[in-house]
């Protein structure tokens, strides 16, 4: 299994607890970096889980056993962790903003059993986002030192961001509520309008609420430095479908199918073709299949364009297949018969329509490139 490495919020040396939120915007911040140059990073949702399991406070000063057991439940290979103090600053000793940020950063090598260098940047808290990409940079090539990327390229492609922005950004990952983090994550774009990551997150709550105009808006942003951004591609393509517009949806998916081939970036490839008659959907949708065979999803949609075609035995052992795999499926069963009578499409009888996909396992496929390039 390829090295998978997590990254704990910054511990709160500042005494001021409404300070808490830079010790995730950090956390945040050296993650996105370091995924967006092909490291295996463990989400925020899978550490924030872990932290609920364990009955830990986010913002709890950590001990070394608890970071190990942290590290071993997210089956970490390496855990990056650290600390941040903020000194007066010279000009404006009670204006905390304006003060001198220290930000420290160690890794632990759970495989080794042994604690890595210290990583230390310092500078004013204005300087918070660039500060942050430089640890993050610190603790890149000391876990991946052949990279091809230099520290100057690293850091243009990084640009700032506000100190507000980042923090409205952060509120909102925090916030109880939909419509809190909407109001925060807008906040963010608006202080900063090429913030990626507030982008990014609200396509995703405007496609909740099945927005799609608002939420393809929102995916366009999203920057192709950002670890989100093939996600955010293959978001846009179903924002597309589900507007009508198959041809745009079509070009999304194919884009995204050339780096990031995931079956169901082919099945809903496959669907955008079948509205547009072309004939490559149904070995989009055949790829699909082939790549996950136990998905009763898949052995419907190569069903349903076989029986577009008249080829009624061929859609009958698959409709057969879906049904093996889920009894429940009503549709399936009536489509089955359907085949069984060789009763092809009608005008007067409403045809199925082709199962999207609107999950992006990203993760997977990198952790399998992961394995291969070591092997």
């Given at each position: 299994m390829a090295d998978t490495a997590a990254v704990l919020p910054l511990f709160n040396y500042t005494k001021s607890a409404n300070l808490d939120w830079i010790g995730e915007s950090v956390a945040e911040r050296v993650r996105e970096s370091l995924?967006?140059?092909?490291l295996l990073l463990s989400s925020r949702e899978e550490r924030t889980e872990v932290y609920r399991r364990l009955s830990i406070r986010p913002t709890a000063i950590l001990t070394r056993a608890t970071i190990f057991k942290i590290g071993q439940s997210l089956d970490a290979a390496q855990v990056i962790f650290g600390q941040y103090e903020l000194g007066p600053a010279t000009a404006d000793p009670n204006a905390p903003i304006h003060g001198t940020l220290r930000l420290t950063g160690f890794?632990?090598?759970?495989?080794?059993l042994r604690l890595g260098?210290?990583?230390?940047?310092?500078?004013?808290?204005?300087d918070l986002s660039i500060l942050q990409t430089k640890l993050a940079w610190l603790v890149l090539h000391y876990l991946a030192p052949n990279l091809s990327i230099t520290e100057a390229e690293f850091m243009r492609t990084r640009p700032p961001v506000r100190v507000d922005a980042l923090e409205s950004y952060i509120r909102g990952l925090l916030a109880p509520s939909d419509d809190a983090k909407i109001k925060l994550f807008t906040q963010a774009t608006k202080i900063d309008d090429h913030y990626s990551e507030p982008a990014f997150q609200l396509g995703r709550l405007y496609f909740g609420r099945k927005q799609y105009r608002d939420s393809s808006l929102w995916f366009d942003k999203v920057a192709?430095?950002?670890s989100h951004y093939m996600e955010a591609m293959f978001f846009l393509g179903l924002c597309r479908f589900y507007q009508g517009d198959y041809e745009s949806a079509v070009k999304q998916f194919t884009s995204v199918s050339q780096s990031v081939p995931l079956n169901e970036v082919y099945n809903d490839l496959g669907a955008a073709e079948s509205h547009l008659g072309k004939?490559?959907?149904l070995d989009n949708f055949r790829k699909a299949l082939e790549g996950d065979n136990a998905d009763p999803d898949y052995w419907f949609n190569v069903g349903l364009m076989l029986w577009k075609q008249g080829q009624f035995a061929a859609a009958k052992e698959k409709f057969t297949a879906v049904l093996e795999r889920n009894p429940q499926d009503q549709e399936a069963s009536d489509m089955l018969g359907r085949v069984t009578r060789n009763e092809g499409p009608k005008p007067s009888v409403a045809s199925p329509k082709e199962r999207m996909k609107v999950t992006f396992e990203e993760t997977a496929f990198l952790q399998l490139k992961a394995e291969l390039k070591q092997k």
């Amino acid at each position: 299994m390829a090295d998978t490495a997590a990254v704990l919020p910054l511990f709160n040396y500042t005494k001021s607890a409404n300070l808490d939120w830079i010790g995730e915007s950090v956390a945040e911040r050296v993650r996105e970096s370091l995924a967006s140059e092909g490291l295996l990073l463990s989400s925020r949702e899978e550490r924030t889980e872990v932290y609920r399991r364990l009955s830990i406070r986010p913002t709890a000063i950590l001990t070394r056993a608890t970071i190990f057991k942290i590290g071993q439940s997210l089956d970490a290979a390496q855990v990056i962790f650290g600390q941040y103090e903020l000194g007066p600053a010279t000009a404006d000793p009670n204006a905390p903003i304006h003060g001198t940020l220290r930000l420290t950063g160690f890794v632990i090598d759970l495989k080794h059993l042994r604690l890595g260098p210290t990583f230390t940047t310092e500078g004013p808290m204005t300087d918070l986002s660039i500060l942050q990409t430089k640890l993050a940079w610190l603790v890149l090539h000391y876990l991946a030192p052949n990279l091809s990327i230099t520290e100057a390229e690293f850091m243009r492609t990084r640009p700032p961001v506000r100190v507000d922005a980042l923090e409205s950004y952060i509120r909102g990952l925090l916030a109880p509520s939909d419509d809190a983090k909407i109001k925060l994550f807008t906040q963010a774009t608006k202080i900063d309008d090429h913030y990626s990551e507030p982008a990014f997150q609200l396509g995703r709550l405007y496609f909740g609420r099945k927005q799609y105009r608002d939420s393809s808006l929102w995916f366009d942003k999203v920057a192709s430095t950002d670890s989100h951004y093939m996600e955010a591609m293959f978001f846009l393509g179903l924002c597309r479908f589900y507007q009508g517009d198959y041809e745009s949806a079509v070009k999304q998916f194919t884009s995204v199918s050339q780096s990031v081939p995931l079956n169901e970036v082919y099945n809903d490839l496959g669907a955008a073709e079948s509205h547009l008659g072309k004939p490559d959907a149904l070995d989009n949708f055949r790829k699909a299949l082939e790549g996950d065979n136990a998905d009763p999803d898949y052995w419907f949609n190569v069903g349903l364009m076989l029986w577009k075609q008249g080829q009624f035995a061929a859609a009958k052992e698959k409709f057969t297949a879906v049904l093996e795999r889920n009894p429940q499926d009503q549709e399936a069963s009536d489509m089955l018969g359907r085949v069984t009578r060789n009763e092809g499409p009608k005008p007067s009888v409403a045809s199925p329509k082709e199962r999207m996909k609107v999950t992006f396992e990203e993760t997977a496929f990198l952790q399998l490139k992961a394995e291969l390039k070591q092997k």
